[in-house]
């Protein structure tokens, strides 16, 4: 379960100061699937960040299970980054020079583990995103829908029990689009993993359980699917 | 992975890993070269005194002694051969050998001659040996012996010159030595080094000054103070003679290339602060660069020293890679150097006429010293540098927010 409390956040550029979120409280549940929307500025992109431990916020507290990640030091959240979350970029960011399969590898790099087993946990995630075929080609080998299969690869490789997107359909045709779409509800349903999806999408929004609306750094919209 | 993870990022950044790497190899190309110059100078600058087998020289330097058919070498004055029978009585001294050079002159050229004692071979301007290639080897006959008189060892450039072989006769102070061996000195400069050497108690008959010698050789025991060895010398002999110990060797012949060698050390020391500044730049930029890709690290739960362990390895590959052509054109250009190096023995140890028949070596000859102790200090100090630009890349790193770094999310 992910609870946050009244969570504030102020960004100083030069001499003035954004405040990007006003004290933001509410919980998400183990397994569900959340759409964050609201225009740019509003904040999502913030909230995402701290409920990753991307970033800290000013004050107010996010409660991971047990565990207040706003008092975690850096090395602590990034052992929490690596054991619990899985981030999808818009852009994918795969590193260009490594193949498919070295990408999908990478989060286990820092990871004691023998080589074989490195490389077979990479390639059960790369089979679950069909990539299978395509372990040993370089990112500029592949077609954007490809590249984001492989992003998400790549997020699932730690077997996180949260996954956060960052309009992960943003820079994809809506066909293509639609299929990373598939691929995230169906790892929130089969898998039971909770997904936090910022977005502007609304065909995001429909197939989410959960859409909460951000305006200004203010909550202004939390509504379940089945109310939507 | 890690590696190679560093190798594909160093080949995905050929410029800036090339610019790294120069800076790192000329770096390392200096120190090695200015180290292996310094040591190869020593060496040469050593082997006269190595090849004599000697810690110290002994002569009297003086006036030059009016002309005659039979005379001192230029600037060596006649030393009492009795001022150093006491020497080392005690086990201060472990050899000693007496020698008499002089100038026999016929038809106005000179020859050089050295007298010396038959039966000590290990300490003294020659060390006959029968080893092919080695100095001094007898290519024929055979060396003089404790019942010769008139017997003479020439030098293999003399006898060529003068025509002679075995069994052949030369006129030294009116005198007929027969030629009994031939020996090869080389080519490299030696202390007393003769084209002629003949027993020394004929050779004191002939210059006829009593029991005297010109210049002496003197091995130390492990256990001698040679400041004592001095001073009992100068008490012995009077306070004029020169003694020349290796040290003082090395200060007249590479005194020059020993400030040389200073201030090149000094510059390439600079130098190499400016190459660690130089990668230390070239590591924050690179970081820099990857502010992103440094980013998706962090976020996927990369710890700031696992992105650091990958900055250290590509510096250290980076240097590495310099260090090892550096250390190469190091000893590439030490080698240039001895080619063209021209070291010579003290004007003052060799005192030989510039008109005799064959010319004695002066040049001492700079053999390149191949040392694994200066590559491997040459390799230590590339991987410092390396070691040097990933502290500086860690630092940077740690100081950046991953949200900083991925202003997209």
């Known amino acids: 379960m992910i609870k946050i409390h009244n969570i504030k956040k102020v960004y100083n550029k030069g001499i003035t100061k954004v405040e990007a979120l006003k004290g933001v409280s509410f919980s998400i549940e183990s397994g569900d699937m959340v759409a964050l929307m609201g225009a740019s500025g509003s904040g999502k992109s913030t909230l995402l960040s701290l409920i990753g431990g991307l970033d800290k916020c000013e004050s107010g507290s996010i409660f991971i299970g047990e565990e207040n990640i706003s008092v975690l030091n850096a090395q602590k959240l990034a052992d929490f980054r690596r054991d619990k979350i899985g981030f999808v970029f818009q852009q994918f960011h795969l590193i260009p020079t490594l193949s498919v399969v070295e990408n999908v590898m990478l989060p286990l790099l820092p990871i004691k583990m023998k080589k074989v087993e490195r490389y077979q946990t990479a390639m059960e995630v790369i089979e679950k995103v069909g990539l299978h075929t395509r372990e040993k080609h370089l990112p500029g080998e592949l077609s954007g829908g490809e590249q984001q299969r492989v992003a998400i690869a790549r997020a699932l490789v730690n077997k996180p029990k949260i996954i956060l997107a960052d309009e992960p359909t943003g820079d994809l045709d809506s066909k293509t689009g639609e299929k990373i779409l598939d691929l995230l509800v169906t790892l929130n349903k089969k898998e039971k993993r909770t997904i936090i999806i910022a977005t502007h999408d609304n065909k995001i929004a429909e197939v989410a359980k959960r859409k909460i609306v951000l305006e200004d750094g203010e909550l202004v919209s939390d509504i379940r699917r089945e109310k939507l | ?245 290796s040290a003082d060797f090395l200060a007249t012949v590479a005194g020059m290339s020993a400030m040389t060698k200073n201030m090149t050390a000094g510059i390439s020391l600079i130098v190499i602060v400016l190459v660690a500044l130089f990668v230390i730049k070239s590591s924050l930029a690179a970081v820099y660069e990857r502010k992103n890709e440094i980013g998706i690290m962090k976020a996927i739960g990369w710890r700031d020293m696992d992105v650091a362990k990958l900055i250290t390895i590509e510096n250290v590959i980076q240097s590495l890679i310099g260090g090892i052509i550096g250390c190469f054109i190091g000893y590439i250009i030490t080698y240039l150097y001895a080619m063209k190096a021209r070291l010579a023995i003290p004007q003052a140890i060799a005192s030989y006429p510039a008109c005799s028949a064959s010319t004695l070596a002066t040049d001492l000859t700079v053999n390149v010293v191949f040392s694994p102790f200066l590559i491997l200090i040459g390799m230590l100090v590339a991987v410092v540098l390396g070691l040097l630009a990933g502290y500086a890349g860690a630092k940077r790193i740690s100081s950046l927010l991953p949200s900083e770094a991925l202003r997209q999310l």
Not at chain 2, 180 to 206: D, H, L, W, Y
């Open chain 2, 1 to 245: 992975m890690f590696f190679e993870y560093a190798l594909k990022e160093i080949t995905r950044r050929r410029s800036r890993a090339l610019l790294a790497i120069l800076g790192v190899m000329f770096s390392i190309a200096l120190l090695v070269g200015v180290l292996a110059v310094s040591q190869s100078v020593e060496q040469a600058a050593l082997q006269p005194m190595k090849s004599a087998g000697a810690d110290m020289i002994v002569q009297l330097h003086g006036e030059p002694c009016a002309f005659n058919t039979v005379k001192l070498p230029t600037n060596l004055n006649p030393m009492r051969a009795s001022a150093f029978k006491n020497l080392g009585t005690n086990g201060e001294v472990s050899a000693i050998a007496g020698v008499l050079e002089f100038l026999s002159f016929k038809d106005g050229h000179p020859s050089i001659i050295t007298g010396v004692d038959p039966n000590i071979t290990n300490i003294g301007p020659i060390k006959p040996t029968e080893k092919k290639g080695e100095c001094c080897e007898i290519v024929e006959g055979r060396y003089l012996q404790n019942t010769d008189i008139y017997a003479a060892v020439v030098d293999k450039e003399f006898a060529i010159v003068k025509g002679l072989n075995v069994g052949s006769k030369i006129d030294i102070g009116e005198k007929d030595f027969e030629v009994v061996g031939i020996i090869n000195s080389g080519r490299t400069a030696r202390i007393a080094g003769a084209q002629v050497f003949v027993p020394i108690n004929t050779a004191k008959q002939i210059v006829n000054k009593g029991d005297i010698f010109t210049t002496v050789f003197i091995k130390l025991s492990s256990k001698s103070d040679p400041k004592a060895i001095e001073e009992k010398i100068r008490t012995a002999t009077g306070n004029n003679v020169t003694i020349t110990t």
